[in-house]
């Protein structure tokens, strides 16, 4: 490309394409901080051999810190880390703990899913993901809004990690008056949090990939549509030769071949994806619903013990980060519902090749077949096959919090009462 073509508004490269690789390097550095050695935002230089043992060394040494260790440590002193006069804040306490509880399993199943997919997320996910964007990079001439939605999430979710870790160090300097070892338990539980989180990183940027390659598959669908019109056209009015119409036929059919097989190796990247981590997404989906009642209940215990006129400063960062975890957890479900109507659109777009009988020879007519098969066959994948992780999940889960949190404020009232 030529120096006036780069530095034209259309092929200027945005910010996120300036520095795409330092963000990748950052959520990189992240996860190894935290033990995910196998999580690679995109294909690195190979480890060299001592340096790679010593990292999956640190990985198991800190997991298993993690799940025996310190869980050992706190359950030989959980009465000293319950003990409280106020019965109340006790239950505070208890709905905390098993809180961090689910945060505990969450990681016990991550552990498990990276010791056993410890391959499987570099080769199936990292250099699928690698292999379709260089092969996008190369042929697709669209529109850039694909492209800027996937930058948008991006910016959205890094934003949002980073906004959710500095709120939890608050939430601790908050609680940094009360005994020590609650402030320790504190901290397990965002150390806990970062762990699982690293997972649910990955998963969201292979499924946001997914996202923007299907839109741009839809764009080069759409641009196929719209040469089948032109050729229909002159097909009526009776312009061109027969054979340079079967040769621009059999370009079609060439190029509709080749998208047949980017949708194959999307479906295959996406099922990918989901199958490596529907466990850890189970525990997601856990973390949220109790993370929610937690929220909820701690902010209703703190606005019960002060005044509407004061309002505190926990009582901030709690509210803060209430809405701050359930909008993380939201923009999961809402990139995955993005796909199934992509997916949607994609189908109707196929319909529309339809409606032009007359540039059918039987290539073209069979290319259409497989490709619509394709889309008939492919289905959403379910959690576990048992759950659709959709905006449904989450309206579900705050209803269900909701529902848990009246019956704490039950107790809570009962106990007021009764002290």
Not at 203 to 225: E, G, M
Not at 295 to 308: D, G, Q, R, V, Y
Request: charged fraction near 15%; aromatic fraction near 14%.
């Amino acid at each position: 490309m030529s120096e006036k073509e780069a530095s034209a508004p259309g092929n200027r490269k945005s910010f996120w394409e300036r520095h795409e690789h330092k963000f990748y390097k950052y959520g990189h550095i992240y996860a190894n901080i935290y033990g995910q050695v196998m999580i690679d935002y995109m294909p690195q230089a190979p480890l060299q051999g001592p340096l790679k043992k010593l990292l999956i060394v640190y990985s198991h040494v800190l997991s298993l810190m993690l799940i025996v260790v310190v869980p050992c440590y706190f359950g030989y002193n959980y009465r000293q880390l319950m003990a409280t006069i106020d019965r109340r804040l006790q239950l505070v306490l208890y709905v905390s703990f098993a809180n961090t509880l689910i945060k505990y399993a969450t990681v016990i199943v991550a552990y498990m899913a990276n010791m056993l997919h410890f391959k499987a997320i570099n080769h199936r996910c990292t250099w699928k993901r690698a292999r379709l964007e260089s092969k996008f990079a190369a042929n697709y001439h669209g529109p850039r809004s694909p492209k800027r939605r996937f930058e948008l999430f991006m910016y959205y979710k890094f934003g949002l990690i980073n906004v959710l870790m500095i709120l939890q160090v608050c939430g601790i300097f908050a609680v940094a008056d009360a005994a020590k070892l609650r402030t320790q338990f504190a901290i397990y539980s965002f150390v806990l949090w970062n762990y699982t989180e690293n997972m649910a990183n990955y998963f969201y940027y292979i499924n946001s990939s997914v996202l923007k390659y299907l839109r741009q598959l839809h764009q080069q669908l759409n641009s196929l549509l719209g040469q089948v019109q032109q050729l229909s056209k002159v097909r009526r009015n009776g312009r061109g030769g027969r054979g340079m119409f079967m040769f621009n036929c059999c370009q079609l059919c060439d190029q509709l071949s080749l998208l047949r097989q980017r949708f194959a190796e999307i479906r295959d990247l996406h099922v990918e994806n989901f199958r490596m981590h529907q466990l850890q997404l189970i525990g997601l989906m856990l973390t949220t619903l109790i993370n929610n009642l937690t929220n909820l209940f701690t902010i209703f215990s703190l606005l019960a013990t002060h005044s509407l006129g004061h309002v505190s400063y926990p009582i901030v960062v709690s509210a803060v980060y209430a809405l701050a975890f359930y909008l993380d957890t939201y923009i999961v479900t809402l990139v995955n519902e993005q796909i199934k109507l992509e997916l949607c659109n994609l189908a109707l777009t196929m319909r529309q090749f339809c409606s032009y009988p007359s540039l059918q020879p039987p290539r073209l007519d069979q290319e259409l077949e497989h490709f619509s098969l394709q889309l008939l066959q492919h289905r959403q994948p379910m959690l576990c096959g048992l759950l659709h992780l959709d905006r449904r999940l989450i309206y579900l889960i705050s209803v269900t919090a909701l529902s848990y949190f009246i019956t704490l404020v039950q107790f809570d009232l009962y106990l007021r009462t009764t002290g």
